[in-house]
C-alpha cells in the first residue's frame, strides 16, 4: 500500500510517499480504506517536534527521540471497511466508517488498522471529506463547550482562533447551543465567521483579545494567546475558560475556571457530531483537499498559521 512515512521529525518535506505491506488487523481491530484523512495541528506538531513550551522532553520521551516511533501519522479517517479481526463485532466489510486512530496513528495511507470501538458508521449523507476534516475540531469543540463548560443557551462565549480548525466548529456549536458567539479571527476571515454564525467578530490584527474588557461565561482558546491570568481577566465568575493550546507552565498554573488539555477523541463524540454534518447544522469548513501525494503542501498550509477550517488528504 501507499502512506506517508515520517521518519524523522522535520519541515514538510520529511514526510515522504512511500510503499509499505498492506495491514492484518490483531482481533480486536478493523482495516480500513482511507477515502480521506484530516491534516491536522495534530500531526503537524509531531512530524515537526512542534510541542508546546515546556512539552518537548516529555514529548519526546512519549513519541520517540528523534522522529515519531509511529512513522505513518494521521489521526483522524474516514473510508470503508476492508478486513476484520477475529472478535470484531457491529461492522462488515463494505461499511463506510469514520473516527479517530488513536496514538497508532496510520491514517495517512492507503489503509490503516484501528480498533474497533474507536470507530463508527458513517452517515450516507455525510461525504467522506467532510467527515474526516470535521472530526477533529468539531470533537474538540463539543468536548470543551458542553462536557467540559456546561454551555447553556443565552451564554456569552468569546472564542479565539475562530477560523481555524476548533475554532470554526465552536463557532457553530455554540450558536445551535443558543449562545451569543463573539469570534476573534483576522480581518480577512472575518464574513466567514459571521457566516458561520458569530454574533461580533474581533479582528485581533486592530485589537487586543486579551482586552476587552468585558466578561464571557465560556471561552474557547484554540491558538495560545491566552494565559492562565489574562484568561481569568476574561471569564465570569462560575464560567469556564479552556485554554486548547497550553505549555507546561500553563496547565499547572490552571485551576478553578481556567482548564487545559485535550478532547478524548471517542467513537461516542464522533458519534455525536457526525449526524449534525449529516442534517447540514455543521458546515466542515474545508480549505483544502489534496491527494496523499500531496501531503507535503497540506502540511505547508497547517504550519502557515493561517489555514482557515480543515485539511484533507485523499489517497
Avoid: C, W
Avoid at 458569530?198 to 468585558?214: K, M, Q, S
Wanted: no cysteine; glycine share 14%.
Amino acid at each position: 500500500m501507499r502512506a506517508v512515512v515520517v521518519q524523522h521529525y522535520g519541515p514538510p518535506s520529511v514526510a515522504q510517499l512511500t510503499e509499505l505491506p498492506s495491514p492484518e488487523p490483531k482481533p480486536d481491530q478493523v482495516v480500513v480504506r482511507v477515502a480521506a484523512a484530516a491534516v491536522t495541528a495534530g500531526d503537524a506538531r509531531i512530524r515537526g517536534a512542534s510541542f508546546p513550551p515546556g512539552m518537548g522532553t516529555l514529548g519526546r520521551l512519549a513519541l520517540g527521540l528523534r522522529g515519531p516511533r509511529s512513522t505513518v501519522l494521521g489521526m483522524v479517517v474516514s473510508g470503508t471497511v476492508e478486513a476484520l479481526g477475529s472478535r470484531v463485532a457491529g461492522f462488515a466489510i463494505g461499511d463506510e466508517v469514520a473516527g479517530m486512530a488513536g496514538g497508532r496513528m496510520g491514517a495517512h495511507a492507503e489503509l490503516v488498522t484501528i480498533e474497533a470501538k474507536r470507530l463508527v458508521h458513517k452517515p450516507a449523507g455525510v461525504s467522506h471529506d467532510a467527515a474526516a476534516a470535521a472530526i477533529f475540531g468539531g470533537t474538540t469543540a463539543l468536548h470543551f463547550l458542553h462536557d467540559v463548560a456546561g454551555l447553556q443557551p443565552g451564554q456569552d462565549v468569546l472564542v479565539i482562533g475562530a477560523s481555524g480548525a476548533v475554532g470554526t466548529s465552536a463557532v457553530q456549536l455554540a450558536t445551535l447551543a443558543g449562545a451569543r458567539v463573539t469570534g476573534v479571527t483576522s480581518g480577512r476571515n472575518a464574513e466567514l465567521v459571521r457566516t458561520l454564525g458569530a454574533d461580533e467578530v474581533v479582528d485581533y490584527t486592530t485589537t487586543d483579545p486579551t482586552a476587552l474588557g468585558r466578561r464571557f461565561d465560556v471561552i474557547i482558546d484554540a491558538v495560545g494567546t491566552l494565559t492562565p491570568a489574562t484568561a481569568r481577566a476574561l471569564v465570569r465568575e462560575g464560567g469556564t475558560a479552556v485554554l486548547a493550546v497550553a505549555g507546561l507552565g500553563e496547565m499547572l498554573q490552571s485551576r478553578g475556571p481556567i482548564t487545559t488539555g485535550t478532547a478524548p477523541g471517542s467513537a461516542a463524540l464522533v458519534g455525536r457530531l457526525l449526524p449534525l454534518l449529516e442534517r447540514g447544522e455543521l458546515d466542515p469548513v474545508i480549505q483544502a483537499s489534496l491527494p496523499l501525494a500531496e501531503i507535503a503542501r497540506a502540511y505547508e498550509i497547517v504550519d502557515s498559521g493561517r489555514k482557515v477550517g480543515n485539511v484533507v488528504v485523499r489517497p
